[in-house]
């Protein structure tokens, strides 16, 4: 079987990797194409965006997190009943952690996948000859499909940077004009269905360019290779039938697909609202993923019901992990940026606080007791208040950092967000 597949990668970030793969993701679904969406990293954001263009899933693809048969497995797997598969990088297509070890242009080696360059052109033209020259040649594994130019003023513009493609020996699909409509809203928003409702009209906008200025018949062809089958499963676990619990709404939503699918091979998931509910459902694991709890403070705060409810289940010895924002929500309280507190489940003698607001983030790797898991730092709150951590965080270059992690009886809090998609989450609770 073969399909279109490819990775958007860039010179640069900020070059319009977003803006293309939603116009693109639109402009074939509305050409009846099933079009799957991934991601490069351990983003968040974005996978909300593939979804709102696409109608379907964005899986992320981390090679820091995830092992080479890994993201494989989650390529085959993902990708097998769709038409088309577009994988968006991640900053420049050569930026990994540690040179390209960890970047776009390691997935697309791991997954053979041929990729379309996006390169800024705003200020520029003949110019980028020697720029997509490199590019092509750099590292002879990685192929360059072809490159779509963004921010082009003019169709005169456009000849000249046709021009420099073919110098360079890369084929030129189209562009993407310079237009102020092609704007996504701020990454620290909230994303709630009514923000991503808006950028409805900015994904339209974009996909109607798309099909006016690239050439989607021609960059479909160009791309179409051989779909993997996915490699054998040797680490599925057993279904232990048990009752999985987690946290889902406007205030929670930051998760892994992979991650929910692992915990449903435990048991039986079921999702409840810290907003919206008064009771927690029965469970033998309950999971507190991270998002903007910041912006719900007052809802939060006035459902006292699920606050005790929550507690109640740490006190009696309830198996918990909650992360980033949903460790925030254990914690006493949380101030907002103008330091109003507001209560929360109070589990951890703890204060959240959104003062002074600065971003912490970085890959994350941590031992827990032997098991050594992957994740991500992402937030602009800090932790005030003495409570020891459980254990040393270290930076994907093996260097220590100060992130906490937090045990409180079968509780497991922290910033990171974990992943644990070939792992056993239930081996972090046996001590």
């Not at 679904?29 to 109608?55: E, N, S, T």
């Not at 130019?149 to 169709?155: L, T």
């Amino acid at each position: 079987m073969s399909k279109s597949q490819f990775l958007i990668g860039a010179a640069a970030s900020a070059s319009g990797k977003t803006t293309l793969t939603l116009g693109l993701l639109r402009a074939f679904a509305r050409r009846r194409r099933r079009v799957r969406p991934f991601k490069c990293g351990p983003d968040y954001i974005d996978p909300q965006f593939h979804l709102r263009a696409a109608g379907a899933e964005s899986i992320n693809l981390d090679p820091f997190m995830a092992s080479g048969r890994h993201l494989q497995q989650l390529y085959a797997r993902y990708g097998a009943e769709y038409d088309l598969c577009i994988v968006e990088g991640a900053m420049g297509l050569f930026d990994g952690y540690d040179r390209d070890r960890g970047s776009a242009a390691e997935v697309a080696k791991r997954l053979r996948l041929p990729v379309v360059l996006v390169v800024d052109a705003r200020a520029t033209a003949f110019s980028t000859a020697p720029l997509l020259y490199g590019f092509a040649r750099f590292d002879p594994s990685v192929e360059i499909a072809g490159v779509i130019f963004n921010r082009v003023g003019s169709p005169t513009h456009y000849a000249q940077l046709k021009a420099a493609a073919e110098a360079a020996g890369i084929e030129p699909l189209g562009y993407l004009p310079r237009d102020e409509r092609f704007q996504a809203p701020s990454r620290h928003l909230g994303l709630s269905l009514e923000t991503l409702q808006t950028f409805d009209p900015v994904i339209d906008a974009v996909a109607d360019a798309a099909e006016q200025t690239i050439d989607l018949d021609r960059l479909e062809a160009k791309t179409r290779r051989p779909f993997p089958t996915e490699p054998p499963h040797c680490d599925r676990l057993p279904d232990r039938k048990l009752r999985i619990a987690v946290a889902r709404d406007e205030a929670f939503d930051f998760v892994y697909r992979a991650n929910l699918d692992r915990l449903a091979e435990m048991g039986e998931l079921t999702f409840f609202s810290p907003l919206n509910d008064t009771a927690l459902p029965r469970a033998d694991l309950v999971y507190l993923p991270g998002g903007y709890p910041e912006f719900y403070l007052e809802r939060l705060q006035a459902n006292a019901a699920i606050r005790q409810a929550i507690a109640d289940y740490v006190e009696h010895d309830g198996r918990m992990l909650a992360e980033c924002g949903g460790m925030m929500y254990l914690c006493r309280e949380i101030r907002d940026e103008a330091g109003r507190p507001y209560a929360m489940c109070g589990v951890l003698p703890l204060t959240a606080t959104m003062e002074v607001m600065r971003l912490h983030l970085g890959l994350r790797e941590v031992d827990f007791e032997g098991m050594r898991l992957r994740g991500h730092e992402f937030h602009y709150s800090r932790i005030e208040g003495d409570y020891p951590s459980a254990a040393q965080q270290f930076s994907a270059r093996g260097e220590a950092v100060a992130t906490p992690v937090y045990r409180y009886k079968r509780l497991l809090a922290g910033y990171t967000h974990l992943y644990w998609a070939e792992n056993d989450p239930l081996k972090l609770f046996e001590r």
